[in-house]
C-alpha cells in the first residue's frame, strides 16, 4: 500500500486549498489486471482494456470502495468499447464505430447484466449520473443530453444538443458536483446549478482554472488528470462555490481516474496498472 500526502497548489486567483468533508492524505491500493479505461458507479467498477475487452471487478457492485476479489471479462457488443461509464443498474459506452450503447440487466444477483442494446446516436464521451442523468460529446465536441433522471437502458428519450457554446469537448463527467467537462485545449469547464444530481443541466459554460485530459465527478469534488499524468483534486464544490475553491495536488501518476459519491477514487497508469484511492 502507498501513503501518498496531497499538497495544496497556488493558481493565479485562487487561494490555498479548502478542506472538503475527505481527508488531504491518501492511500492507494493496486489490483491485479490491466486496463486503458476505468470507470466507478453504483454498479461497480467497470473497465476496458487495450485490445478493447470489458471488464467488471468483482465484488465492487453497490460496494465500490470495495477492491474487489477478481475481474470477470463481460459479453462485447458489435464492435468491442473503446470508453464506458458507470451509473446505477447500467454501464453506457462507446463502440469502435463510436456508436452509443448501454448494458441491460445489471442487478445484484446479476452485477455483470444480461446484454447489450446499441443506439444509432454516436458519441465522442458518454457519462451518466448515480441517479441517471445522462450526458455525452457528439463527433463535433458538443455537449448533448437528455433530459431528467432515468437510469434505464433504452433507445427511447429525445437528445438535446447545446449549440449556444462552441468549445470543443473532449471528455464529460456528471454527477453530485454537477458537470464538468475538458476541452480540446485542455481547459476545464463545469455548468453552475446542475449540483445534486437533480437532472438540471444548470446554466452556461464557466471556465475553472488549471489544465487537464480528464476528469471524474465525485460528492463534493472533482479530480482529474492532466497530461503530464499528474493527479489533481478540485475541493470546496459546494452550492455557493460550485466550481470550487482550490486545487489539491497528488503526487503520483495516472492517466485516467474516476471518482463516485464517496471519498476514493480508482484510475489507471501508463503501465495499464489499476489503483483504488482512498481519502
Wanted: aromatic share 8%; glycine share 12%; with cysteine.
Amino acid at each position: 500500500m502507498l501513503i501518498i500526502i496531497f499538497a495544496c497548489l497556488l493558481l493565479a486567483a485562487v487561494g490555498p486549498c479548502d478542506a472538503t468533508s475527505c481527508s488531504a492524505t491518501t492511500s492507494w491500493q493496486q489490483t491485479e489486471g490491466a486496463l486503458v479505461k476505468v470507470s466507478v458507479g453504483p454498479a461497480g467498477v467497470w473497465g476496458v482494456n487495450v485490445d478493447n475487452q470489458i471488464w467488471y471487478r468483482d465484488d465492487t457492485y453497490g460496494t465500490a470502495t470495495n477492491l474487489g476479489s477478481d475481474w470477470t471479462q463481460v459479453d462485447e457488443p458489435r464492435g468491442s468499447l473503446m470508453d464506458l461509464d458507470v451509473g446505477d443498474d447500467v454501464v453506457w459506452g462507446i463502440t469502435l464505430k463510436g456508436k452509443l450503447t448501454c448494458r441491460k440487466g445489471i442487478n445484484e444477483t446479476t452485477p455483470q447484466g444480461e446484454k447489450w442494446k446499441i443506439l444509432k446516436n454516436k458519441a465522442k464521451d458518454v457519462a451518466i449520473s448515480p441517479k441517471g442523468q445522462l450526458v455525452a460529446i457528439n463527433e463535433l465536441g458538443q455537449f448533448v443530453y437528455r433530459e431528467g433522471l432515468s437510469s434505464k437502458c433504452t433507445r427511447k428519450g429525445k437528445w438535446f444538443t447545446d449549440t449556444d457554446s462552441s468549445l470543443n469537448l473532449t471528455q464529460i463527467s456528471v454527477g453530485e458536483a454537477g458537470i464538468w467537462a475538458v476541452a480540446a485545449d485542455e481547459k476545464i469547464y463545469h455548468r453552475p446549478g446542475s449540483m445534486g444530481d437533480t437532472g438540471n443541466i444548470g446554466t452556461e459554460w464557466e471556465q475553472v482554472s488549471g489544465a487537464l485530459v480528464t476528469l471524474g465527478v465525485g460528492k463534493d469534488f472533482v479530480i482529474g488528470a492532466n497530461n503530464a499524468d499528474q493527479i489533481w483534486r478540485r475541493d470546496g464544490v459546494a452550492s455557493s462555490t460550485s466550481g470550487g475553491t482550490g486545487w489539491v495536488l497528488l503526487t503520483g501518476a495516472l492517466k485516467v481516474v474516476d471518482a463516485y459519491n464517496g471519498c476514493y477514487a480508482w484510475g489507471v497508469n501508463r503501465e495499464q496498472d489499476i489503483w483504488l484511492g482512498t481519502f
